[in-house]
């Protein structure tokens, strides 16, 4: 090549390069002009409503809300956190708080004991589910709510505080004195054996230690006999990244690719693999989840099934594919912010709604399934995209009557098992406990000046009907109609109670099992009842079934 064309060359990659600057450097001027522009407008608006306004501002709560709003149109997971709820937001990260491990609730405006933590100050103070706290330390908190009832209870590891309780069958209320402590919050509240040779654990956060929490409960669970685990991932909104990455480790060949993220960062787009020597990669898994679980557990779950390393049951998963860093703020506040999208190994984004992209209403958009791309395990199966992660294996999900539905939120369970606590002292072991007929008939005679009305679908509808034809002039046409469906749709709530006799009866036992046994006691009682253990049972000790769903035939 001659010295002019060489010239020419050079100057016309010089002269590309200065235009592409020009227009790079131009375009992000554009943009930080229009940030500058917006925050001026934003302040000067803030500054004239406090100086202005009729009324008397709040400027932390106007602002607050302002930001709140802004992030609203991003997405749920990019939040504001103010310092006066940094400790929450810390909680949910690590797992650990100051206070007596005790979850509490308002029934009715009474503040109830739902469940005393074993091992903790509420527990060894004799705390019992449905104990009522009346005050702290003197003070009433009738009517609080969750949040409020929090800072009450939780302090300074060390400190002491008093309880006013009221309890069933005790005529006085009577004070408790509990020493807070640092509690950490178990990620596994329930490890044990299902049958002789498989193992169950449920994992229900992600916080600090979670794998190391699921590596010990394998590890009791096959010095126990266990040949087979079930992984139950049901309800888990997810947490820590790098947890859900060592979960998947435990399970497969160190130096897996377990999840990469992408995001608008170059920063954020980072493979995460197995850096640890696994714990098993043989023994059989099967991995429960649903609706409610997200985010992290659909890495595990998902990673499980895109090595085909277990067969997942139950139903499509939330499909939560973002992920959030926190960012400090003045003033001990921070940002949780989305950062990047996660993929796992198949390649796949499990993402269920588009954020970026909204309708005519500003709703986000789900991804529709004929927009989902087909996806490869390792053994050739398809997977799909968006949408969350779909079971091997779905299980229909069990839909409880409404009569079943009334005395759960109505809290009659909870307060006949209260009773029985009462009056029985001891129970035999939780999934070896079943209501005799006697005892479900003492219920349903306890049950007589209860109030659990409710009405059905049904019911509704015909109200509907009924009003339509009032409202259109043909009620007193049809009324002789009308009035002889009611009589044969209305219910009987007292014969809904025999009806349906069996699935309230193990609800009933359910909660009866945790008064003596807590957490695991309820638990284990739903064995026998719980459908999606049971087709994992089922699945775990049919080898050619199992093999089968794993190779795709």
Known sequence: MNKSKKLFLLALVSSLSILFFSFSSEKVSNHYFEIAKNMKIFAQLYQEVNTYYVDDVNPTEMMTTGIEAMLATLDPYTNYIPEDRIE??????????????????????????????EGYPA???????????????????????????????????????????????????????????????????????????IGLIQLSDFTRNASTEVADAVSELKDRGAKKIILDLRGNPGGLLNEAVNIVNL???????????????????????????????????????????????????????????????????????LVQATRPLDYNSRLKVTVAKYYIPSGRCIQAIDYSHRDEDGEAIVVADSLREKFKTANGREVLDGGGVAPD???????????????????????????????????????????????????????????????????????????????????????????ALKKKIYHNKESDVIKFKSEIRDVLEAEICKRYYLEAGEIESTFTADLDVIEAVNVLNDSERYNKILLGN
């Open 393 to 483: 294996i779905k299980v229909k999900p069990f839909n409880f009557a409404q009569i079943s539905v009334s005395l759960i939120l109505k809290g009659l369970i909870f307060d006949y098992a209260t009773k029985f606590h009462h009056d029985n002292k001891t129970i035999v072991a939780a999934r070896d406990f079943n209501l005799s007929d006697a005892q479900f008939e003492d219920f349903v005679n306890w049950l007589k000046d209860k109030d659990y009305g409710y009405q059905t679908k049904v019911e509704v509808t015909m109200e509907d009907l009924e009003e339509s034809a009032k409202k259109d002039k043909y009620y007193d046409d049809i009324q002789a109609e009308i009035n």
């Open 88 to 117: 929450d937001f810390r909680t949910m990260t690590t797992g650990e708080y100051g206070g007596l491990g005790v979850v509490v609730g308002n029934r009715d405006g009474d503040i109830t004991v739902i469940l005393p933590n």
């Open 123 to 197: 527990y060894d103070a004799g705390l019992q589910i449905g104990d009522i706290i009346e005050k702290v330390d003197g003070t009433d908190i009738h009517d609080k709510n969750t949040h409020e009832i929090s800072k009450y209870l939780k302090g300074q590891a060390g400190s002491e505080v008093v309880l006013t309780i009221k309890r069933y069958g005790v005529d006085q209320p009577f004070d408790v004195n509990v020493k807070r402590e640092k509690i950490q919050i178990n990620n596994v509240p329930y490890y044990g054996m299902v049958k002789d040779d």
């Open 251 to 321: 399970f497969v060949p160190k130096g897996s690719d377990v999840v990469y993220t992408k995001g608008r960062i170059e920063d954020w787009n980072k493979t995460y693999k197995a850096l640890n020597a696994p714990l098993d990669t043989e023994i059989p898994m099967a991995v429960l989840i649903n609706g409610g679980s997200a985010s992290a557990a659909e890495i595990v779950s998902g990673s499980i099934q895109d090595y085909d390393r277990g067969v997942l049951l139950g139903s499509r998963s939330f499909g939560k594919g």
